[in-house]
């Protein structure tokens, strides 16, 4: 079974990690959240920057925590795609010097194809074909898991995603960055019937809705509306109510079309993966969802849900294994499909 190590800096997270197939060995991550927390976001500059000063410790301390040698490591891999370029271009640079100076293979490894592995670590004996519920910052998608690098998207947020929905209310609320874990601590003293949000559904050309396509920029507006309205009549703003209708309304969203997915491509498993999988709200309403369908739904623990290189690495190990490496030419992608996965590869016999 291969052993790689694996660097993760597409966003805000530096993380260098090594795993042995499903196994984690080491696994080093340093959050920038308090960095970008002083300008409400992710700023991708300030980001790059970060990744520099932390990379080349993390990469010794991962080695060191591993207690294996450069001899044990058969290939390095780096996140490629998509994420902010100047990000992901120190990722990539420094694993292709490392593949480089140790004379090792080297994989580009796709985000997306990282979140959906983050579940083999927590339950290795998963094997496609599963569904996957992907609901980050960044993506809000449902793919369907067919093989290693074989992937359908079924649904997609066709504006924000969920994680960006919540920075976007909570900032708008003036509540802080990141939204979602504020958002979820409020709605708990909140009723989420207090104030009804558009679900956000996709129109079809030919009449109907798209059945797993969302849309949550349509609820950020309501939420701002309503606040609007609320100032202008002189009204109590019951952050608790709002944070609990606004989560309600994604989640609903997120839950129905999960469930209406799986059960229509007759798939038994839905894996969970991105940070919005933290959300308690998310996580009862699916679960309980699923029960009645007979569906099993993972939720890997967190640390392997938010941005982790623990999960690339295991994305690598499984391409390394069917003979898949990259050309040392591979460059980054800001934007890359999860059906284009297999263009970083090339197959070495
Ligand atoms: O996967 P992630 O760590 O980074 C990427 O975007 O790739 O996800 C971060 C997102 C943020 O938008 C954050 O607000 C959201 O996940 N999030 C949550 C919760 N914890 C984190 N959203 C809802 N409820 C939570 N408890
Ligand atoms: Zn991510």
């Not at 059906?339 to 070495?348: D, F, W």
């Amino acid at each position: 079974m291969p052993t790689i190590l694996a660097i993760e800096t597409s966003c805000d997270e530096t993380a260098v990690a090594i795993g042995n197939n499903r196994q984690v060995c080491s696994n080093i991550i340093s959050s920038q959240i308090p960095i970008h927390q002083q300008y409400g976001g992710v700023v991708p500059e300030v980001a790059s920057r970060q990744h520099l000063e932390t990379l080349n410790y993390e990469i010794t301390q991962a080695m060191e925590s591993s207690g294996l040698g450069w001899n044990d490591i058969d290939a390095i891999a780096a996140t490629c795609a998509p994420g902010l370029v100047g990000a992901l271009l120190v990722g990539l640079m420094a694993a292709k010097t490392l593949a480089m100076v140790h004379h090792k293979p080297f994989l580009g490894v796709h985000h997306l194809e990282g979140h959906i592995y983050a579940n083999y670590l927590a339950e290795p004996s998963l094997n496609p074909p599963f569904l996957s519920l992907l609901v980050s910052g960044g993506h809000t998608s449902l793919i369907y898991v067919k093989d290693c690098g074989v992937y359908e998207t079924l649904g997609e947020t066709r504006d924000d995603a969920a994680g960006e929905a919540f920075d976007k209310v909570a900032r708008l609320l003036k509540l802080g960055y990141p939204g979602g874990p504020i958002i979820d601590k409020l709605a708990r003293n909140g009723n989420p019937q207090a104030f009804v949000f558009p679900e956000g559904k996709i129109s079809l050309p030919q009449g109907g809705y798209h059945p797993y396509d969302c849309s949550f920029s349509g609820v950020k507006t309501a939420v701002m509306r309503l606040v609007q309205q609320l100032e202008r009549d002189g009204q109590e703003i019951s952050l608790p109510d709002i944070a609990a209708s606004f989560q309600y309304t994604v989640v609903r969203a997120l839950t129905k079309r999960a469930i209406a997915c799986a059960r229509n491509y007759g798939l038994d498993t839905i894996a969970i993966g991105g940070g919005v999988a933290a959300n308690s709200g998310l996580r009862e309403q699916l679960q309980t969802a699923a029960a009645e369908h007979n569906i099993r739904v993972l939720f890997p623990p967190l640390k392997y849900c938010t941005d982790n290189a623990a999960m690339i690495a295991c994305a690598a190990a499984e391409h390394f294994s069917r003979g898949h490496i990259s050309p040392i030419t591979l460059g980054v992608h800001s934007r890359l499909s999860l059906s284009q996965v297999m263009k970083l590869y090339e197959l070495v016999e």
